[in-house]
């Protein structure tokens, strides 16, 4: 009778071991490729939506926005793609890539000038032409939109040509802001939002109105996106008042 009962129990414990399994598969996981300004917010973001959708696992890929966008037109597997501007979204527009109906221009942020917290030589962009100033460090501009913003606003400012040679690439933003951080440039060029997340560096400057395009964060569901309906479902998530709040926490606003 007790070899009876223990086998029994046995059963029972290898059918709950299954169905637990067979639960845990059924999750969907959905894969966000988003700029990598987007990192703190995105890492609060995931956890509120996890809870209040246990089916679904957020996946987040963070680089340059060019980089992902890459990504996406060599065939990467991915739900939705979380831009820091607007050019790239228009290019996987254009190949339809990209679900039309669901592109949306969500945030907008702003450029500033950051050095470390003990650096009291940089006041301004002007400082940078000066010879105190050896290395400037920004985004690579064909794949982050921070550098190509950077590259405006030292154009309208009469300084490219003389501070050019002493661009540093970074292969995204949090890459500029590690340099400046351990000061191995003098200065770096990133989004307001990057800065605000740092201790160890100090914003000298914003940068004067209309020397850059506007800094808008479109989001889009990926044409090829194996859960549409569940990406669909994520991006309302984002557009919510409650998400709104997140968001504004790490200094983006809504954009208009």
């Known amino acids: 009778m007790k070899k009876r009962v223990f086998i029994l129990g046995v059963t029972i414990v290898l059918i709950f071991m299954l169905t637990s399994c067979g639960k845990k598969d059924e999750k969907k996981m959905l894969s966000v490729l988003a700029a990598a300004s987007l990192t703190d917010a995105a890492a609060e973001i995931e956890e509120l939506y996890e809870k209040e959708n246990p089916d679904i696992d957020l996946v987040f890929s963070f680089g340059g926005s ?7 037109e060599e065939g990467a597997d991915a739900d939705i793609f ?36 003990d650096n009291g030589n940089i006041k301004s962009f002007s400082d940078l032409s000066s ?26 400012l009469g300084l490219y040509d003389a501070v050019k040679d002493k661009f540093n690439y970074g292969q995204d933003v949090r890459t500029v802001l590690t340099w400046v951080e351990e000061e191995s440039v003098d200065c770096g060029v990133v989004y307001a939002t990057d800065a605000y997340t740092s201790a160890k560096v100090v914003i000298v400057s914003e940068t004067p109105e209309g020397t850059h395009d506007k800094v808008i964060y479109p989001v889009a569901v ?26 504004a926490k790490y200094g983006f606003t809504k954009a208009e």
Not at 66 to 72: D, H, S, V
Not at 93 to 104: A, N, P, Q, R
Not at 222 to 247: M, Y
């Open 66 to 72: 060019g980089a992902l966008r890459t990504q996406i």
């Open 131 to 156: 010879d105190k100033v050896k290395m400037v460090g920004i985004g690579e501009p064909e794949s982050v939109p921070a550098g190509k913003y950077a590259l405006q606003v030292f154009k309208n």
């Open 82 to 117: 979380f831009s820091a501007a607007v050019d790239h979204m228009d290019k996987l527009k254009e190949k339809g890539l990209v679900d039309l109906d669901s592109v949306t221009g969500l945030l907008e942020n702003s450029i500033v000038l950051i050095v470390p917290k």
């Open 222 to 247: 990926v044409s090829s996106s194996k859960h549409p309906e569940e990406a669909k479902s994520f991006l309302e998530f984002l557009k919510s008042d409650k998400i709104a709040e997140v968001f």
